[in-house]
């Protein structure tokens, strides 16, 4: 193992190497930032480190620079390498340290001086928030779905998308684009299945972020998908299209029901309850659950467990709204199994996609956020109080 000698060392670079960052470029911004060092015959000045997630995966890729106590957010070759001259421009600038205390760079709001100087008449926004894919198809899905939604959302409302993570706008971007559009409020909605980190902590906090920048703006919080009976219906939907039928008893065939996995207890609770609900729907002896990650069982393991009860045939029906690497990743290991287990038969049924039960579930939970009664309310109040009792970093836990 490698050991440094600090003796002459005058900064810190950390570079955020959690999984937005890297989704959105930071090897190539680490490779790049030391290779500056190098050519400049910097190395026993400089060091780098590689971090994990810093909490500010909306200004991916972060670098931060100790002990100068500013943060960077390099979306450029050129920002990553002026880092180590310290000549960055003003508008990479996150954070910067002035009096010892923490302040942002303000060319970082880019709507927030328009904002200021030309209102016209106030109007209302809805935003729709996706998670975001490395796979873009599955972006433009999410993007496509809205734009057919549209049409059944009254005309005086200002309608736009943005992402969590991996793809454009991202939040931040989403809330400034309905200001600068002439909105007086915004009303989030997450396009999310179930109430995990994402809508608990991540969303909550970009839109206290913008509420301290827009402090005349009002915000409203939607809810998540959740436990819902449009939801089973959209199942079951998935079912039929792959000549599942629902009326006929099918005694030799399981249903392996996949989700994305989470370490929240209340989403896993809400997903076993999905699970029963679907089980009182379909004539099949054996529902089993898996995830793709996280939590267990595996799908392996699912797959198994199915086929030693004595299922000749296994469904297995993804719990995803859009496609992106997850479904590519499933698609994959169908026809590993059917390679493994010949002697079955396996079959993938679809995801959600454009689905009108997942519209009608979307504008129900746009419209308890336009009247006042979405329990998202509640959530950004109970983040608020998270942040005063625990602080808040984000760690990217799904």
Known sequence: MTTWNLTQMQRHL?????????????????????DEIRSNRLDEHIHTSRTRCNGRCRDKCVVIDYPKGTWYSVQQEETARAIVHETVEEKSI??????????????????????RKTRGP??????????????????????????????????????????LEFASPNIEDGIQLCIEKGAGEV?????????????????????????????????TYGQTIGVHDEVIEILTTRLTEIKFDMNQKNEDTAILFIGRGSSDPDAKDDFYKISRL??????????????????????????????????????????????????????KMAEQFRQDYPQTKIEIAKYFGYHPKLRTILLERMNQALDGTSTGMQDLENFRIYVEEHGYVHEHQH
Do not use: W
Request: net charge neutral.
């Open 278 to 331: 679907l089980q009182d729907k379909v004539n099949v002896p054996i529902i089993e659950n898996a995830f793709m990650g996280v939590a267990t069982p595996t799908i392996q393991d699912g797959m198994e467990r199915c086929i030693e009860l004595g299922a000749k045939k296994v469904i297995m029906l993804p719990y995803f709204l859009f496609t992106g690497i997850l479904m590519e990743r499933m698609n």
């Open 94 to 115: 996150i954070y910067s340290m002035e009096r010892s205390e923490r302040k942002r760079g303000e060319t970082r709001f880019k709507g927030i001086n328009k904002y």
């Open 14 to 34: 950390l570079i955020c190497n959690g999984d937005t960052c890297m989704g959105a470029g930071a090897e190539d911004v680490t490779q790049q930032i030391r």
């Open 187 to 219: 009303h989030v909605i997450p396009i999310i299945l179930l109430h995990a980190g994402h809508s608990k902590l991540h969303i909550p906090a970009e839109i206290e972020h913008a509420r301290e920048q827009f402090p005349d703006i009002r915000f």
């Open 122 to 163: 106030v109007k209302k926004a809805v935003l729709f928030v996706g998670h975001g894919s490395r796979l873009e198809t599955g972006n433009e899905e999410v993007r496509q779905f809205i734009k057919q939604m549209r049409e059944h959302i009254d005309s005086s409302l200002l309608v736009e998308t943005c992402f």
